[in-house]
């Protein structure tokens, strides 16, 4: 529940206030997320395509987080700037979001 909690404050308050949650069904979830934001979903319904999809690629493209790669980051900063880029880059190279079917 905790780790839940953090990870919602986390979220930037427009998230927070305008975005659709989708979950698995771990019971922290509903306990943390407000009913009005948050699907709780299987796999079997697509919706959580995106973000598996945005897992996978962030792993190929920024090699340092894959184990026992040759790629790695000797400061902490440099490993963040290298994450920032990747998701900078990504998020400005996606179509807009009314494409998307949800």
Do not use: M
């Amino acid at each position: 529940g905790d780790s839940a909690q953090k990870l919602w404050e986390s979220l930037p308050s427009v998230y927070r206030q305008c975005a659709i949650i989708y979950t698995d069904f771990y019971s922290s979830y509903p306990v943390v997320l407000p009913s009005k934001r948050h699907r709780a979903v299987g796999k079997e319904t697509g919706k959580t395509n995106y973000i598996e999809r945005f897992n996978c690629t962030l792993r190929q493209r920024v090699s340092r987080l894959v184990r026992k790669t040759l790629s790695f980051s000797k400061k902490l900063e440099n490993h963040i700037g290298a994450i920032w880029n990747f998701i900078h880059h990504y998020n400005t190279s996606l179509p807009p979001c009314a494409s998307f079917p949800f």
